[in-house]
């Protein structure tokens, strides 16, 4: 079966950085995409990975290997703002998003 | 308006009535989707829509029915729920031919079924 993993919840102080794994199975890759969402709120995209590597945005980054089926989501400089769900999310072969659960991350001042 | 919207932003209902969903997207995407959101659980997909033809049902009961007139617009026909359905329920849209063709989601419907 197709599997996401990621942690249920972190926690983290403001100014500093965490990084956040997500591990993935699934049947074919075509892309792995991270979203934010507040409580209450919808989810919000933030990266998309298809290659090998680090993208950077801002003080947000995510990180593919396809070889692993490993990426994570670094977020440095951290605001209470950023307090919110991360979901990762994996594209598979039939084009069909497959999601994680979700990582809840509490920032603490 | 901008982005995506979804009515009712809350839903309480009886497990005998009928009421719907509805959701519009201003992006001028040519995909929208439904999606169930319930505590701590992926986000399910329920119903995919490309240029208006459905194009995917993921085993969704009977009791949920999509409809979507146009690129624009989409429906969630409700009837005869049951408690285990009260979740978040999501609608999202994409342009399905562009690169990362991420979807953008709406805000979300609130379903508590008594």
């Known amino acids: 079966g197709q599997n996401i993993d990621q942690p249920t919840e972190m926690t983290a102080t403001e100014g500093a950085i965490v990084q956040i794994n997500c591990t993935y199975q699934?049947?074919?890759?075509?892309?792995l995409f991270w979203y934010q969402q507040h409580a209450g709120e919808a989810p919000t995209f933030l990266s998309y990975n298809v290659l090998d590597g680090l993208e950077e945005k801002g003080r947000f980054s995510s990180f593919l290997s396809r070889s692993k089926g490993y990426s994570y989501l670094l977020l440095k400089e951290l605001q209470m703002k950023d307090s919110a769900s991360y979901l990762c999310a994996v594209r598979d072969s039939n084009y069909q998003l497959i999601w994680g659960a979700g990582t809840k991350l509490i920032i603490k001042p | 308006e901008t982005g995506v919207t979804q009515t009712p932003r809350h839903l309480v209902m009886g497990m005998t009535n009928k009421k719907s969903l509805k959701c519009e997207q201003h992006?001028?995407?040519?995909?929208m989707y439904w999606y169930k959101q319930s505590a701590k659980k992926p986000l399910e997909l329920m119903f995919v829509?490309?240029?208006?033809?459905?194009?995917e049902n993921n085993s969704v009961p009977s009791r949920f029915s999509p409809e979507c007139p146009n690129s624009s617009h989409l429906f969630l026909h409700l009837h005869t729920l049951q408690p285990e359905d009260s979740a978040l329920y999501l609608c999202?849209?994409?342009?399905?031919?562009?690169?990362?063709?991420?979807?953008?989601f709406g805000p979300g419907t609130r379903l508590t079924v008594l």
């Open positions: 829509y490309n240029f208006k033809e459905q194009t």
């Open positions: 699934t049947s074919g890759f075509n892309g």
């Open positions: 999202a849209s994409s342009q399905r031919d562009a690169e990362a063709n991420e979807q953008f």
């Open positions: 992006l001028g995407h040519n995909a």
